[in-house]
């Protein structure tokens, strides 16, 4: 897992190595400067001269410039190897998604990729800093200082080896103990923050029913039961200060009494009172150390779940690749299903799609019809490669959609999907990503086909108008015209709507299919609709029932031959039973 | 943020904080205050006994001769710390218990306050941004309340006591030190400032970032469907170079702080040295409280106490950024507790009612039959009118910001048990007129009458009680299935609930579910399908059985069969009420009472279905020819 992450250090490469080095100068002069001092304190207590009180400053301030350089350095490095290690994980990660599948994308979830890209790559960076920095920092000033100290102290030292377990076990247990709790109380604490959203998106409910009250006592107690959680956590991480504070003046005591005899009886030899006061400044140190390391090893075990979730990414391998010696032309809107059967993953029991024999023509009119769950979405979205075949062949323009270049397949299948986004950005800079290139004459015919260009030149920005994120400021009829004139813009063989008109007025919805069938005649249209009336005029309606394909044939045919279909046309257009031999009367004479 | 702004929402914080924990925060702050004196103090001891110690060796006595004062010392010691130990204890479990409870009264507070916000803020404010001031704006808090805030203390109280220690040994000495603290406060200032600022910043282009990545991953697929993919990268790859310059400055001038601070810290300690040293060999006088003259039992715990002042100064710089950051989060939550709460004037009020003597009587028990109590100032007495669902609407003006007028001259009237469709475009003003009924907004002019009352009498509470609605957009609870029909009326009981279910068609698919009425689920209702979602949204609505409906169809594409009991629930729910529907559906238009068409604002047709059609006119248009289904 650390190899796998350690690959987006890249050309940080220098600065994450680096920090460690300076960090180490750093914590080595930290630990010379005390005992310098130390000889300092010594010189004064003796009486010396000015000189030589001068000269040991000269030496500390040496010291202190030199300590400040590496801790400048260090510091500095570490900065732009954290940051530049974040800016590439993020860049790996978004890269890697870029490559992704739509299957691939079923399986994460655009939710938890973006939790993934961002709190956990915070996480991770935070770790490598500690990495790179602090658990260099904290183990070396341990052992440093534990080394200067029994230089000082001699046998004194000793006693560290008996706090030093204390210490380590008690933050041990008090982080046992603390970390259920928070482990507990953070998904709780997102969930708070999830119905807080949830009350405000449904805002207009809470006050119609006049919920706010009830809503209120709901959040307080919510709210509440998270304060005792981490009310409780906290109290006991709250004991780690307090311990270190008592091994700290432990220590003291020890050193004070213990070393006060040492230097009386041995007449300074063993000890003097310069290293005395020196013995109690790395104590604080190597406690302090010890505290740090705790606090990494903490760190370290939260930021692991994200690191294994930001592998888990990098590590997924994209399900669909173009071939390696892909043919790069469509030749054209020609559409051949031999038998397809489809699932969503291996793991499903039961086919999405089963034994789909299905023929195309260039520059037909296809209508799908069917209900919820009966496959319609699925069976187009083999023909663009969005998903493969499981059983079965795809071919378009006569060649098996595997044989293509992604891309030239995809441009060359235009598909405005049942769930479609517009971006954040001005109405041309949307369009223009169905063609880079597109002037702005295209832009406005395909508006125009598309039946947007009226409401377009009603803002007063017209084409430059800026679309919200989540085009919030435009309608849901607006929003679907806007996705088909994209789409369009690509001049594609083959152009898949599916459900795309669902918000668009009948009226308008006839104009764009007479436009479409008028301007892009050589181009195979497959229409997913509801409506019966979207797909009435169609050279051919298919009906899906539960994976299969029910029935394939004209309105008319349909109307007469198929119960399904009949259905839902009738339920649709006229209201009553007394309608529908008219109808079928109606249906009867047009065969 | 301007200087004097920051000590405004300083003091806020404070009183806020103050007004939680009224007895709780003084003691703290005496805590706190004990904590740092008796932190401050051992080291007198210290000192004490290596000046015993020194004098012993100077003078050659035996340890037997010493050890006496020696272990006084520090016994003293050993009393000190354990108070220091037993004080910072009782600091930490405090803070745990102040800090925890201000951040969850803070969010009771800021998501109470929120419920009582008009509509109109929901509507002008973006979700993401409301959001933000329960995640990011608590988050930056919570380091401040409960490090920054404790920890200015400490070492304010620390730099204190050790500054008058120092001057009780000599003020000369004590001057160098102070020297040395400016500068270290300087030096603070001035790169804490940058960093602070770059912090800031980064928080901003975080938030940036976040957005970008939110909306790309969430368009993936159609990223995909127009192979994307390059551009998106390219595009990505700004925003994040963007975040990595500014969290890179952010950091670099943090890390450098600490190593400058100490080593400021060093240089002070030679400073004092040196000083020292001279002071001693050249004789110089010393001016001090104590009356001491310089000596070397004046300069080494001078020495150490210069180290232990450093230390304290360098311990508040950390806190600098979180300062900051803290500040500015609440000066968000700040803006949000300060937005006007939605006003209430009205004094009519429903209650439920009985008939006494052919008299209406209020009832103190649910008696099913409500009734408006109207009381009259003037002439001191109460009315009793009937609940009964007419609404009646006299040449009516809005505007949601007064330079744009939105619907202009509305007037209508809806009898009891009367269906009123509304038909028209996009923007027609639909749904601005039911926003209007149910106060969401208020009219700028005109009257709106509910049973003959003015709607502006009317409690906010009561006249929303007496109008249902059902929304295009269907919003659902995170709980089980019977909790969300139950917020209908929270008094139902269960048996109501599948009343109001059955009514809605809904009871058929429920049962369907893993746990039937007790499935729980998700705020979007993710895993029901659109239908269900609205069925529900209707069975909540029968179960609260108001006498006025306002219902909103969507236009959403479900399947047909779906569609169907939908559309039956509707119907069912329709029975015997007064009700504004926003039209999508044919047989709905067909079957109201009066057909009011819209255009810009204007009723520009109304009459029932037959005779609009016989006008021929715009009705005759859309329903020939198209419906504008958005």
Same mark, same amino acid.
């Given at each position: 897992?650390?190899?796998?992450?350690?690959?987006s250090?890249?050309?940080?490469?220098?600065?994450?190595i680096?920090?460690?080095?300076?960090?180490?100068?750093? !914590?080595?002069l930290?630990?010379?400067?005390?005992f310098?001092?130390?000889?300092? !304190?010594?010189?004064?207590r003796?009486?010396?001269?000015?000189?030589?009180i001068?000269?040991?400053?000269?030496?500390?301030i040496?010291?202190a410039?030199?300590?400040?350089?590496?801790?400048?350095l260090?510091?500095?490095v570490?900065a732009?190897?954290?940051?530049?290690?974040a800016k590439n994980?993020?860049?790996?990660?978004?890269?890697?998604?870029?490559?992704?599948?739509f299957a691939?994308?079923?399986k994460?979830?655009?939710?938890?990729?973006?939790?993934?890209?961002?709190t956990?790559?915070?996480n991770?960076?935070?770790?490598?800093?500690?990495l790179?920095r602090?658990?260099?920092?904290?183990?070396?000033?341990?052992?440093?200082?534990?080394?200067?100290?029994?230089?000082?102290?001699?046998?004194?030292?000793?006693?560290?080896?008996?706090?030093?377990p204390i210490?380590?076990?008690?933050?041990?247990?008090i982080?046992?103990?603390?970390m259920p709790?928070?482990?507990?109380g953070?998904?709780?604490?997102?969930?708070?923050?999830?119905?807080?959203?949830?009350?405000?998106?449904?805002?207009?409910?809470?006050?119609?029913?006049?919920r706010?009250?009830?809503?209120m006592?709901?959040?307080?107690?919510?709210?509440?039961?998270?304060?005792?959680?981490?009310?409780?956590a906290?109290k006991?991480?709250?004991f780690?200060?307090?311990?270190?504070?008592?091994c700290?003046?432990?220590?003291? !005591?020890?050193v004070?009494?213990?070393g006060s005899r040492?230097?009386i009886?041995?007449q300074?030899?063993a000890?003097?009172?310069?290293q005395?006061?020196?013995?109690?400044?790395?104590?604080?140190?190597?406690?302090?150390?010890l505290?740090?390391?705790?606090?990494?090893?903490?760190m370290?075990t939260?930021?692991?779940?994200?690191a294994?979730?930001i592998?888990e990414?990098?590590?997924?391998?994209s399900?669909?690749h173009?071939?390696?010696n892909?043919i790069l032309?469509?030749?054209?809107g020609?559409?051949?299903?031999?038998?397809?059967?489809?699932?969503?993953?291996?793991l499903?029991e039961?086919?999405?799609?089963r034994?789909?024999?299905?023929?195309i023509?260039?520059?037909?009119?296809?209508?799908i019809?069917g209900?919820t769950?009966?496959?319609?979405?699925?069976?187009v979205?083999?023909?663009?490669r969005?998903?493969d075949a499981?059983?079965?062949k795809?071919r378009v323009?006569?060649?098996d959609v595997r044989?293509?270049d992604?891309?030239?397949?995809?441009?060359?299948?235009?598909?405005?999907?049942?769930?479609?986004?517009?971006?954040?950005?001005t109405?041309?800079?949307?369009?223009?990503?169905?063609?880079?290139?597109?002037?702005?004459?295209?832009?406005?015919?395909?508006?125009?086909?598309?039946g947007?260009?009226?409401?377009?030149?009603?803002?007063?920005?017209?084409?430059d108008?800026?679309?919200?994120?989540?085009g919030?400021?435009?309608?849901?009829?607006?929003?679907?015209?806007?996705?088909?004139?994209?789409a369009l813009?690509?001049k594609?063989?083959?152009l898949?709507?599916d459900?795309?008109?669902s918000?668009v007025?009948?009226?308008t919805?006839?104009?764009?299919?007479k436009?479409m069938?008028?301007?892009?005649?050589?181009?195979?249209?497959i229409i997913?609709?509801q409506?019966?009336?979207?797909?009435?005029?169609?050279?051919?309606?298919?009906?899906?029932?539960?994976?299969?394909?029910?029935?394939i044939?004209?309105?008319?045919e349909?109307?007469?031959?198929?119960?399904?279909y009949?259905?839902?046309y009738?339920?649709?257009?006229?209201?009553g039973?007394?309608?529908e031999?008219e109808?079928l009367?109606?249906?009867g004479?047009?065969? | 943020?301007?200087k004097?702004?920051?000590?405004g929402?300083?003091?806020?914080?404070f009183?806020?904080?103050?007004s939680?924990?009224?007895?709780?925060?003084?003691?703290?702050?005496?805590?706190?205050?004990?904590?740092?004196?008796?932190?401050?103090?051992?080291?007198v001891?210290?000192?004490?006994?290596?000046?015993?110690?020194?004098?012993?060796?100077?003078?050659n006595?035996?340890?037997?001769?010493?050890k006496?004062?020696?272990?006084?010392?520090?016994?003293i010691?050993?009393?000190l710390?354990?108070t220091?130990i037993?004080?910072?204890i009782?600091?930490h479990?405090?803070?745990?218990?102040?800090?925890?409870?201000?951040?969850?009264?803070?969010?009771?507070?800021?998501f109470?306050?929120?419920q009582?916000?008009?509509i109109?803020?929901f509507?002008?404010?973006?979700h993401?941004?409301?959001m933000?001031?329960?995640?990011?704006?608590?988050?930056?808090m919570?380091q401040?309340?409960?490090?920054?805030?404790?920890?200015?203390?400490?070492s304010?109280?620390?730099?204190t006591?050790?500054l008058?220690?120092m001057?009780?040994?000599?003020?000369?000495?004590?001057?160098?030190?102070i020297?040395?603290?400016?500068l270290?406060i300087?030096?603070?200032r001035?790169?804490?400032?940058?960093?602070?600022?770059?912090?800031v910043?980064?928080?901003?282009?975080?938030g940036?970032t976040?957005?970008f990545?939110?909306?790309?991953?969430?368009?993936?697929?159609?990223?995909k469907?127009f192979?994307?993919e390059?551009?998106?990268?390219?595009?990505?790859?700004?925003v994040?170079?963007?975040l990595?310059?500014?969290?890179?400055?952010?950091n670099?001038?943090s890390?450098?702080?600490?190593?400058i601070?100490?080593?400021?810290?060093?240089?002070?300690?030679?400073?004092?040295?040196?000083?020292?040293?001279?002071?001693?060999?050249?004789g110089?006088?010393?001016?001090?409280?104590?009356?001491?003259?310089?000596?070397?039992?004046?300069?080494v715990p001078?020495?150490?106490?210069?180290?232990?002042?450093?230390?304290?100064?360098?311990?508040?710089?950390?806190?600098?950024?979180?300062?900051?950051?803290?500040?500015?989060?609440?000066?968000?939550?700040?803006?949000?507790l300060?937005?006007?709460?939605?006003?209430?004037?009205?004094?009519?009020?429903?209650v439920?009612?009985?008939?006494?003597?052919?008299e209406?009587?209020?009832s103190?028990?649910?008696?099913?039959?409500?009734?408006w109590?109207?009381?009259?100032?003037?002439?001191?007495?109460?009315?009793?009118t009937?609940?009964?669902g007419?609404?009646?609407?006299?040449?009516?003006?809005?505007?949601y910001?007064?330079?744009?007028?939105?619907l202009?001259?509305?007037?209508?009237?809806?009898?009891?048990?009367?269906?009123?469709?509304?038909?028209?475009a996009?923007g027609?003003?639909?749904?601005?007129?039911?926003?209007?009924i149910?106060?969401?907004?208020?009219i700028?002019?005109?009257k709106?009458?509910?049973?003959?009352?003015?709607?502006n009498?009317?409690?906010k509470?009561s006249l929303?009680?007496?109008l249902g609605?059902?929304?295009?957009?269907?919003?659902?609870f995170?709980?089980?299935?019977?909790?969300?029909?139950?917020?209908?009326?929270?008094?139902?009981?269960?048996?109501?609930?599948?009343?109001?279910?059955?009514?809605?068609?809904?009871?058929?698919?429920?049962?369907?579910?893993?746990n039937?009425?007790?499935?729980?689920?998700?705020?979007?209702?993710?895993?029901?399908s659109?239908?269900q979602?609205?069925?529900?949204?209707?069975a909540?609505?029968?179960?609260?059985?108001?006498?006025?409906?306002?219902?909103d169809?969507a236009?959403s594409?479900?399947d047909?069969?779906?569609?169907q009991?939908?559309?039956?629930g509707?119907?069912?729910l329709?029975?015997?009420?007064?009700?504004?529907v926003?039209?999508?559906?044919?047989?709905?238009?067909?079957?109201?009472?009066?057909?009011?068409?819209?255009?810009?604002?204007?009723?520009?047709?109304?009459g029932t279905?037959?005779?609009?059609?016989e006008?021929k006119g715009?009705?005759?248009?859309?329903?020939?020819?198209?419906?504008?289904?958005?």
């Amino acid at each position: 897992m650390i190899r796998q992450l350690a690959k987006s250090i890249r050309e940080y490469k220098k600065d994450s190595i680096l920090t460690p080095i300076f960090v180490a100068f750093e !914590v080595i002069l930290e630990a010379i400067i005390p005992f310098v001092i130390a000889q300092l !304190v010594n010189q004064i207590r003796v009486g010396a001269g000015i000189e030589v009180i001068l000269n040991y400053g000269f030496i500390l301030i040496g010291l202190a410039l030199l300590s400040l350089l590496f801790g400048f350095l260090s510091g500095y490095v570490c900065a732009t190897a954290s940051t530049g290690f974040a800016k590439n994980l993020r860049h790996d990660i978004f890269e890697k998604v870029q490559g992704f599948s739509f299957a691939n994308i079923d399986k994460f979830s655009a939710a938890s990729l973006v939790t993934r890209l961002t709190t956990d790559v915070q996480n991770a960076t935070m770790a490598f800093m500690m990495l790179i920095r602090t658990a260099i920092r904290a183990p070396m000033n341990l052992v440093f200082s534990f080394v200067m100290a029994y230089i000082m102290g001699g046998k004194m030292a000793l006693i560290f080896l008996v706090v030093m377990p204390i210490l380590v076990g008690g933050l041990y247990l008090i982080a046992r103990k603390a970390m259920p709790l928070f482990r507990m109380g953070f998904p709780k604490y997102d969930a708070l923050n999830e119905s807080v959203e949830e009350n405000v998106k449904g805002m207009r409910v809470v006050k119609s029913f006049v919920r706010e009250e009830y809503e209120m006592e709901k959040f307080d107690k919510a709210s509440d039961d998270i304060r005792v959680i981490f009310e409780k956590a906290e109290k006991i991480l709250a004991f780690n200060g307090p311990l270190m504070q008592m091994c700290l003046n432990v220590v003291m !005591v020890f050193v004070l009494s213990v070393g006060s005899r040492t230097i009386i009886t041995t007449q300074g030899q063993a000890l003097d009172i310069g290293q005395f006061s020196t013995l109690l400044t790395y104590s604080f140190q190597i406690l302090s150390s010890l505290m740090m390391l705790s606090m990494i090893f903490v760190m370290l075990t939260f930021s692991y779940e994200s690191a294994k979730r930001i592998c888990e990414v990098l590590r997924e391998e994209s399900t669909i690749h173009s071939p390696d010696n892909p043919i790069l032309e469509v030749k054209d809107g020609s559409i051949d299903f031999e038998d397809v059967s489809f699932k969503y993953s291996h793991l499903a029991e039961q086919p999405v799609l089963r034994g789909i024999d299905l023929h195309i023509q260039s520059g037909e009119t296809i209508g799908i019809i069917g209900g919820t769950g009966s496959g319609k979405s699925s069976l187009v979205q083999l023909i663009p490669r969005l998903y493969d075949a499981t059983n079965g062949k795809v071919r378009v323009g006569g060649v098996d959609v595997r044989d293509y270049d992604l891309e030239v397949l995809r441009d060359s299948v235009a598909m405005v999907l049942q769930k479609n986004v517009l971006f954040s950005g001005t109405i041309k800079e949307n369009l223009r990503w169905g063609n880079k290139e597109a002037s702005d004459e295209e832009l406005k015919e395909a508006c125009r086909l598309a039946g947007a260009e009226e409401f377009i030149l009603q803002f007063p920005d017209q084409y430059d108008t800026y679309i919200e994120q989540g085009g919030t400021n435009v309608s849901g009829g607006q929003k679907q015209r806007l996705c088909i004139a994209r789409a369009l813009l690509k001049k594609p063989k083959i152009l898949i709507l599916d459900d795309s008109t669902s918000a668009v007025d009948t009226k308008t919805d006839a104009l764009i299919r007479k436009a479409m069938r008028e301007y892009i005649p050589e181009t195979t249209k497959i229409i997913i609709a509801q409506r019966t009336s979207s797909v009435e005029d169609a050279d051919r309606i298919i009906v899906m029932h539960n994976g299969e394909i029910d029935a394939i044939g004209t309105s008319a045919e349909l109307l007469k031959t198929n119960k399904i279909y009949r259905e839902v046309y009738l339920s649709q257009n006229k209201q009553g039973n007394e309608l529908e031999e008219e109808t079928l009367e109606m249906a009867g004479g047009l065969a | 943020m301007k200087k004097k702004n920051r000590a405004g929402i300083l003091k806020r914080i404070f009183k806020l904080l103050f007004s939680f924990y009224p007895r709780l925060l003084p003691v703290m702050i005496v805590l706190i205050l004990v904590n740092a004196i008796i932190s401050a103090i051992p080291s007198v001891f210290q000192q004490n006994i290596i000046a015993t110690i020194e004098n012993a060796r100077n003078t050659n006595l035996p340890w037997e001769e010493v050890k006496g004062t020696v272990y006084y010392f520090v016994g003293i010691l050993i009393a000190l710390y354990i108070t220091s130990i037993l004080a910072n204890i009782a600091f930490h479990q405090l803070s745990a218990v102040i800090t925890q409870g201000f951040l969850a009264k803070l969010r009771n507070l800021m998501f109470n306050h929120m419920q009582t916000l008009p509509i109109r803020y929901f509507d002008t404010n973006k979700h993401g941004d409301i959001m933000s001031h329960y995640t990011n704006d608590i988050d930056s808090m919570r380091q401040m309340v409960s490090q920054s805030f404790p920890q200015l203390l400490i070492s304010l109280v620390t730099v204190t006591t050790i500054l008058s220690i120092m001057m009780y040994y000599s003020i000369w000495m004590g001057l160098v030190i102070i020297f040395g603290a400016t500068l270290s406060i300087f030096v603070t200032r001035k790169v804490g400032g940058l960093s602070a600022r770059y912090f800031v910043r980064q928080q901003k282009t975080t938030g940036l970032t976040e957005g970008f990545i939110e909306e790309l991953i969430h368009g993936q697929k159609v990223v995909k469907v127009f192979n994307h993919e390059e551009e998106a990268q390219i595009d990505f790859d700004k925003v994040n170079e963007q975040l990595c310059h500014d969290s890179k400055m952010a950091n670099r001038y943090s890390n450098i702080l600490m190593p400058i601070l100490n080593n400021i810290g060093y240089l002070i300690y030679v400073a004092v040295a040196v000083a020292g040293g001279i002071f001693i060999q050249k004789g110089v006088p010393n001016f001090s409280i104590s009356g001491l003259p310089f000596s070397i039992a004046v300069v080494v715990p001078f020495l150490g106490m210069s180290r232990q002042f450093a230390g304290s100064i360098n311990q508040v710089s950390p806190q600098i950024n979180s300062i900051v950051m803290g500040l500015a989060g609440a000066e968000r939550i700040f803006e949000l507790l300060d937005e006007e709460e939605e006003t209430d004037e009205g004094y009519v009020e429903l209650v439920n009612a009985k008939y006494v003597d052919g008299e209406i009587v209020e009832s103190d028990i649910q008696t099913g039959f409500w009734a408006w109590k109207h009381p009259h100032k003037a002439e001191g007495t109460i009315t009793y009118t009937p609940l009964q669902g007419d609404v009646r609407m006299f040449d009516v003006d809005f505007a949601y910001t007064p330079d744009k007028v939105v619907l202009h001259n509305i007037s209508l009237y809806a009898k009891p048990g009367q269906k009123v469709a509304f038909v028209g475009a996009t923007g027609a003003g639909k749904t601005t007129i039911t926003n209007l009924i149910n106060r969401f907004y208020d009219i700028a002019d005109g009257k709106i009458r509910y049973d003959g009352i003015n709607i502006n009498k009317i409690k906010k509470a009561s006249l929303r009680k007496s109008l249902g609605i059902v929304l295009q957009e269907t919003v659902l609870f995170t709980g089980t299935v019977m909790d969300n029909i139950r917020y209908g009326k929270l008094e139902a009981t269960d048996e109501e609930c599948i009343a109001a279910a059955k009514l809605a068609g809904a009871d058929e698919f429920i049962r369907t579910l893993p746990n039937g009425y007790q499935t729980l689920l998700d705020g979007d209702g993710s895993n029901l399908s659109q239908g269900q979602c609205q069925l529900l949204a209707i069975a909540r609505a029968a179960v609260a059985n108001p006498p006025v409906m306002i219902l909103d169809e969507a236009t959403s594409s479900i399947d047909t069969r779906t569609e169907q009991i939908v559309q039956e629930g509707m119907d069912a729910l329709m029975k015997g009420r007064t009700v504004f529907v926003i039209a999508h559906r044919l047989s709905t238009v067909k079957n109201a009472d009066v057909i009011i068409v819209l255009d810009h604002g204007h009723i520009i047709e109304r009459g029932t279905h037959e005779e609009l059609l016989e006008q021929k006119g715009e009705y005759y248009q859309l329903y020939t020819g198209a419906f504008e289904l958005e």
